[in-house]
């Protein structure tokens, strides 16, 4: 009877062993898991994302100036964008907020130069939910009005 006994015992200790190794190897494979993505996410920021290496895109066509930054770490509050003469300048400030390691500041000055057929005043920005900053402004239009100009034809009710 003690080693009918005992291997029920032996029995059930090794089902509660198996079980408790189960819950932790699910633990461990959600937190792998988990991790892994962060680092699939931190990757893609650092090394896949649609801007250049500083989170900066400058584009200059014939009729618009456009200039994106990342800035997804500041709110629109922390952030000011103004000119001054030919320039753009932004600049992002925020005190320190806590982060997954502990805590941070982060504060930033983008200083551009206008294009000479840009107009200072004609100056947007506007903030994504992405985060991306984005200043744009439509250039001078130096051409001499066209001589030639197509009118529109009004039908009237008339006879």
């Known amino acids: 009877m ?10 059930g200790d090794l089902a509660d062993l198996r079980s408790r190794l189960n819950d ?10 988990f991790y892994e993505n962060r680092y699939q996410d931190i990757r893609r920021r650092l090394f896949d994302g649609p801007l ?11 009729d618009r100036f456009c200039l994106r930054l ?16 030919n320039y753009v ?6 005190g320190e907020r806590a ?18 057929d840009v107009q200072p005043e004609s100056v947007k920005c506007s903030l994504t939910t992405d985060g991306y900053l984005v200043v744009e402004a439509t250039k001078k239009n ?18």
């Open 99 to 116: 982060d997954d390691i502990g805590t941070i500041s982060r504060e930033f000055t983008r200083k551009c130069m206008l294009p000479k």
């Open 70 to 85: 990342d800035v997804e770490q500041f709110s629109a509050d922390d952030i000011e964008v103004k000119t001054v003469d």
């Open 52 to 62: 250049k290496p500083g989170g900066v895109s400058l584009s200059n066509d014939s």
């Open 2 to 11: 003690t080693s009918l006994f005992s291997t029920s015992r032996l029995s």
């Open 89 to 94: 300048i932004i600049h992002g400030k925020h």
């Open 24 to 33: 932790q190897y699910s633990r461990l494979d959600r937190e792998y898991r």
């Open 142 to 159: 130096d051409r001499p009005p066209a001589n030639e100009r197509i009118l529109p034809i009004t039908i009237l009710d008339m006879p």
